[in-house]
């Protein structure tokens, strides 16, 4: 045999060993896919069914029971998980999750047309079946069998949440980096108790 074809044979059986070991990867790969989802999905879902079925019992035993005997009647909707970072929250000590809104008006605003504007835009709208479009905006989150729910806070008051800045410079002009310091500096706040 020649050089050359020796050479040939060489580059041929490389790339032959080569593209067996790219199809041997991808086979891997589809292969822990595969085990992945029909034998380690059943098992999670195995695993996880009788937390979501006991959740779906706590949620109708609210719905049914608060309708019969008045136990849970301040239980609002159930909190989703999404929302769930609101209920373990410290916010009486550092909180982590806070809302502090920066509103722009033109001319001169008080307090109480502060307070009108927010009650007509968020917490009087009403849906088309007459419920309240934000009822969370007057809850609180509270626990009942283990669950997070949102509960009515009995004697809510929209003063007791809607409060003018009295840190820096009150009564003055300011910019928008002092604006945006006093912002950052009320969302790191504790909420009184």
């Not at 050359?4 to 086979?27: E, G, N």
């Not at 909180?95 to 109480?112: H, K, M, T, V, Y």
Request: charged share 20%; aromatic share 12%.
């Amino acid at each position: 045999m020649t050089s050359a074809t020796l050479r040939k044979s060489a580059l041929t059986q490389f790339f032959f060993t080569r593209c067996l070991k790219l199809i041997l990867r991808h086979i891997l790969i589809v292969l822990s896919f595969l085990l992945t989802l029909f034998i380690l999905g059943p098992i999670f879902l195995l695993l996880t069914f009788p937390i979501y079925l006991y959740r779906v019992l706590v949620k109708v035993l609210v719905k049914c029971c608060c309708c019969v005997c008045k136990c849970c009647e301040d239980l609002g909707e159930m909190v989703p998980s999404h929302s769930a970072i609101f209920g373990v929250d410290e916010i009486y000590k550092q909180p982590l999750c806070s809302n502090a809104a920066r509103f722009i008006f033109e001319g001169q605003c008080d307090l109480q047309t502060m307070i009108r504007v927010i009650d007509e835009t968020w917490l009087s709208v009403k849906c088309r079946n007459g419920k309240l479009k934000y009822p969370e905006l007057q809850q609180y989150i509270g626990t009942f069998m283990g669950f997070l729910f949102w509960r009515k806070e009995q004697n809510f008051n929209v003063r007791n949440h809607v409060r003018l800045y009295d840190g820096k410079k009150p009564g003055n002009f300011i910019n928008e980096k002092e604006v945006t310091e006093i912002w950052n500096e009320l969302s790191q706040k504790p909420f009184d108790e």
